[in-house]
């Protein structure tokens, strides 16, 4: 098995949760975070800075300038950059050493863009109908329904700015991904299994055509 697999995912709709099943069952490692601390380490850029741009949509240029102070000991390479892009690139250049080194399961962050060249990808978008996803929230978080609702569309219009404004692609569009999945249909074991059974058929496929 050589698949990496990308999730890209609602807020309230498990994906992350998926993910780590499906990593598990496959055992291979999931990168959620963990892709943020690897970026700055690599990168020399300060660890707060990914914390503070992950997954929002651009600063302001005046921001950037602002918060480029914060950047201790960065690669000159990004010297001229402002920080929102800094800490894009230095994502991105980590997603793909990541992904060179075997099979995995990446959350988020446009790991799917970041891999577009890579031909052993399966690209998976979970979505959940919003009554689920307020139900999960307000569960998790302790949270009114109104809160979680407003914490949801909160959250996912700045996944969605982020993604739209660094790719050439459309958050959330079907024809953006190899698969679109409803985990409020399916449930977490069920959107997970449904995610094993296309890398199988993935796999499968790429035996046929060698």
Avoid at 46 to 72: G, I, N, Q, R, W
Wanted: proline share 1%.
């Amino acid at each position: 098995m050589n698949t990496i697999i990308t999730i890209g995912r609602q807020y309230g709709s498990a994906g992350r949760e998926i993910g780590y099943k499906v990593a598990d069952k496959l055992g291979i490692k999931l990168y959620d975070r963990e892709m943020l601390d690897r970026a700055a380490k690599e990168s020399g850029l300060a660890e707060e800075l990914f914390e503070t741009h992950d997954e929002k949509p651009s600063s302001s240029f005046l921001y950037s300038l602002v918060m480029d102070t914060y950047s201790l000991g960065y690669s000159t390479a990004y010297s001229d950059m402002p920080i929102n892009y800094k800490i894009f690139l230095a994502q991105y250049e980590t997603i793909k050493k990541i992904a060179s080194e075997g099979p995995c399961v990446l959350v988020g962050r446009c790991a799917d863009y970041a891999l577009e060249e890579f031909d052993n990808v399966l690209s998976v978008f979970i979505h959940a109908d919003m009554d689920a996803k307020v139900k999960r929230i307000s569960r998790l978080y302790d949270l009114t329904e109104g809160k979680a609702r407003e914490q949801i569309h909160k959250t996912d219009k700045k996944r969605a700015s982020y993604y739209n404004y660094y790719t050439n692609k459309k958050w959330g569009n079907a024809e953006t991904y190899d698969a679109c999945l409803d985990s409020s249909i399916f449930g977490i074991d069920g959107t997970a299994d449904a995610i094993l059974k296309l890398v199988e058929t993935k796999e499968s496929l790429k035996e046929v055509i060698l």
